[in-house]
């Protein structure tokens, strides 16, 4: 799957985002090595530490499904900025996800810049 496609994926799960409370819509499309895309959006509670990010809904979502090796990551929000994974999905991403792992960080025109996990999180905890 080329990048244009990955972000395209990415934001058509953005629509699908249930942010009533912060109106911030994100979406994720997580590429795995075989090129199955697995895709997410963020998902709002009351109780603001229940939500899940739209990048570990995606992760999970393949995990669920017995994907565990990963090549790229897109994410897009509402956002003129772009959109950087948060702290605790740069973490889990780094549970299966290399540090050469590519991450499509994207604003809300499709446009995006293109990281590494290690340059997002260059001393990831790990066992």
Do not use: H, W
């Not at 058509?12 to 590429?31: C, D, E, I, N, T």
């Not at 999905?89 to 499709?110: H, I, K």
Request: aromatic share 12%; with cysteine.
């Amino acid at each position: 799957m080329d990048t244009e496609n990955l972000i395209q994926a990415a934001d058509q799960a953005r629509q699908k985002a249930y942010a009533p409370y912060s109106g911030f819509r994100v979406g994720a499309a997580l590429l795995c090595r075989d090129g199955r895309v697995f895709t997410g959006c963020n998902i709002e509670n009351a109780s603001y530490p229940v939500s899940n990010c739209a990048e570990r809904t995606a992760l999970f979502a393949a995990v669920s499904e017995g994907y565990r090796e990963f090549e790229a990551i897109a994410v897009i929000s509402d956002s003129a900025d772009f959109t950087s994974p948060c702290g605790v999905c740069r973490q889990a991403l780094s549970e299966f996800c290399g540090p050469d792992f590519t991450v499509f960080m994207c604003n809300s025109s499709l446009a995006y810049r293109q990281t590494t996990l290690s340059a997002l999180l260059p001393f990831a905890f790990s066992l």
